[in-house]
Every structure is written in structure tokens, then in C-alpha cells.
């Protein structure tokens, strides 16, 4: 598995690519925003980055928000040195999976790896899949966020894209609230069931010719929702 390191603090990238490599990880290192950028459209799109938020030139923030727009959604692990709640929120906010403040542990890191790794598994090949068919002529282009249906298309945000994944990665079977929370919101702050489901009620409207009598993205009362597939 490839992980991209994006830090600029030579002893610590010293630390992690050892760590890693000793682990069996492809480590590449980048010590710059954009640096990273580049290395990602031109060279290798890792498994799992692991991200500084202060980096000389553009931030982690922006790198992060900049990778999910182009619907890339490997887990990403931010690091920062400010031990502040904004700071988690405004990362997971933007599409970050992890997040954890310096200095840490190196077992810690690995284990946060490890946990990301196995969840992003859970649904890699819906990931990589560009089109749904979800019966009849309707279509999600994931990799465009946008779903075309018979009578027009609509555009899909990043997270609306990720929840469908997550969804199609349990193609007509239930999955809970608590399932959509932990992958797709990662317990953000001030995240409750309520979010899930008017999230769900947007996209239900994308998806649906009649958003009222839902074919595709169906609730199960009790137990969750279920996304149906051609």
C-alpha cells in the first residue's frame, strides 16, 4: 500500500518513513502543499496520506479540500501542533478521516492507520467503480458528482458522493444510521441522526424522479437505509 507523508519537519518524516516501511508501507514524502498536489495528479494517488495542516504555501487544510473535490477519497490522517477543537472540526469538516495533535505516539499513528485501512477496504472497489446504474436510465457518475436521470441530471456534492459510496459498498442490504455516522461523518462535531437523515433526504431528491415514493434510496424504519441497484 502506498502512503503519501505530507510534513516538513525533517526529523519527524524520518520517524514516520521508517515506521512505515518497517510495516511493509510505500512511503513517499512530500514537504510542501502543492508538492503534494502534483505528486498526486502526476504520480501515484496513495492508499492514505498523512497530512500536516502547517505547511509552507498552501495549507493542509486547503491540500485536503482540494483532494476531495476531486472526489478522491482515500483516508486522510491530519497531523497539527495546535491542541484546538476548531482546528479537529474545520478538518473533518472538509473531508479529513483522522485526526491527531503533536506530539504523538508512533504506535498510536499505526493503529489510526490501521483502523482507516480497514474501513476504506470495506467499499475500495466501489471506489474505484466511475458509474452506478440504479434501474431504468438512471445513472450516478461518481467520478463527474453528478447523477443523470430520464428526465435531467443533478450535481452531487463531495459528501453526497462518499455516502453513496459507502451505501454501494452494502448494495440492498440495510445499513444503520450509527454505520453512516462512523464512515461517512466520522462522528463529527455536533453530527447527530438528524443530520443523517436530512442529508439523506437531499440526495434522495437527486437520486429520485419522485423523491416521495422512493425506488433507490429507500428507509428501512428501525434499522437504516438501503440503496438499490440495478
Known amino acids: 500500500m ?8 525533517p526529523s519527524l518524516v524520518f520517524t514516520l518513513k521508517d ?5 511493509g508501507y510505500k512511503v513517499h514524502v512530500t514537504d510542501d502543499g502543492q508538492a503534494a498536489l502534483d505528486f498526486i495528479e502526476n504520480e501515484v494517488i496513495p492508499d492514505l496520506m498523512i497530512l500536516d ?17 476531486k472526489k ?11 491542541d484546538q477543537e476548531i482546528d479537529k472540526v474545520t478538518g473533518l469538516n472538509i473531508g479529513a478521516d483522522d485526526y491527531i495533535t503533536k506530539p504523538f505516539g508512533v ?8 483502523a482507516r485501512v480497514r474501513r476504506a477496504s470495506t467499499y475500495s472497489k466501489v471506489a474505484a467503480v466511475d458509474e452506478i446504474t440504479l434501474g431504468g436510465d438512471t445513472v450516478l457518475k461518481l467520478n463527474e458528482g453528478r447523477v443523470e436521470r430520464p428526465d435531467g441530471s443533478e450535481e452531487l456534492t463531495t459528501r453526497e458522493v462518499e455516502l453513496i459510496r459507502f451505501l454501494a459498498s ?9 454505520a453512516l455516522l462512523e464512515n461517512v461523518w466520522r462522528y463529527e462535531y455536533s453530527t447527530n441522526t438528524r443530520t443523517v437523515d436530512v442529508h439523506v433526504s437531499k440526495l434522495r431528491t437527486k437520486l429520485e424522479v ?8 429507500v428507509t428501512l424504519h428501525g ?6 441497484t440495478g
Request: glycine share 4%.
Open 2 to 9: 502506498h502512503v503519501l507523508i505530507v510534513e516538513d519537519e
Open 19 to 23: 515506521t512505515l516501511e518497517n510495516e
Open 53 to 69: 495542516v502547517m505547511l509552507p504555501g498552501i495549507s493542509g487544510f486547503d491540500v485536503c479540500r482540494k483532494v476531495r473535490e
Open 72 to 82: 478522491l477519497m482515500f483516508p486522510i490522517i491530519m497531523l497539527t501542533a495546535r
Open 107 to 114: 504506535k498510536e499513528l499505526l493503529a489510526r492507520i490501521q
Open 170 to 178: 452494502y448494495a440492498n442490504e440495510p445499513v444503520s444510521r450509527d
Open 210 to 217: 419522485t423523491p416521495d415514493d422512493p425506488q433507490y434510496l
Open 223 to 228: 434499522v437504516g437505509y438501503m440503496l438499490k
